[in-house]
């Protein structure tokens, strides 16, 4: 069973400028999980999707962000323009519901200069 | 609010030496715990986990059990080996919060030969 892709695994790219980070996630599962980590701190919730809907964005920082799952398979998340204090490592995770069931990817660490 | 707090690192230790990674967590429900793990260039993945008091999540040789009189989950190891060398994460998910997982900061643990 293929895990949970995401790329580009590395980006680096000025301030203002605009960035989007994919995720597939293993097939079947429904739900699909957004975080970040920045600066070596904890890591945060961004968003929840249940199939192509968000169940919940409440960790979405600002309008900046901007994700989608169209269809309910893959997932983009866009940043739009980003800021310095956008740079961070971005992980997607899925599951099928059970509750800690998550199977992460190996995060696209962002890099805003 | 919901929140976990694990001791700070680096956690420094030599080959076959005793491991504690302490954590305690805030929580408005009943949570299930978790520890993550990820090494060097790879993703998150679930060590261990534990859904209700007194349970023992166990794996690896990794165990933690679920203290709710003290609101901890401290993650212990008996003799830990170079290739245990990771950021260890502590975790909670509630299930009426979509599953959503909240983090502590992360404990990077080296092992020396």
């Known amino acids: 069973e293929a895990g949970v892709t995401q790329f580009p695994s590395h980006s680096v790219i000025e301030k203002g400028q605009t960035v989007t980070l994919r995720c597939d996630p293993i097939s079947g599962h429904d739900n699909l999980y957004w975080y970040r980590r920045v600066m070596g701190k904890e890591i945060k919730f961004l968003l929840h999707f249940v199939k192509e809907s968000k169940q919940d964005e409440s960790g979405m920082p600002n309008n900046r962000f901007l994700a989608e799952r169209t269809g309910g398979t893959y997932s983009t998340l866009k940043v739009q323009p980003a800021e310095l204090e956008d740079s961070g490592v971005y992980f997607c995770a899925s599951s099928q519901g059970v509750p800690g069931s998550y199977t992460f990817g190996s995060g696209t660490r962002l890099t805003v200069v | 609010g919901n929140s976990v707090t694990q001791m700070e690192g680096p956690v420094t230790l030599s080959e076959e030496a005793f491991l504690t990674i302490n954590c305690t967590y805030t929580?408005?429900?009943?949570?299930?715990l978790f520890w993550y793990v990820q090494y060097p260039g790879e993703g998150l993945q679930l060590l261990l986990k534990?859904?209700?008091?007194?349970d023992k999540g166990s794996n690896k040789g990794f165990e933690a059990t679920y203290r709710k009189e003290t609101t901890s989950f401290h993650l212990e190891k008996g003799s830990v080996q170079v290739s245990d060398s990771a950021v260890y994460f502590c975790a909670l998910s509630l299930n009426n919060a979509g599953n959503m997982l909240t983090f502590g900061g992360g404990t990077r643990l080296m092992v020396k030969p």
């Open positions: 929580a408005t429900g009943y949570p299930s």
């Open positions: 534990a859904t209700k008091a007194d």
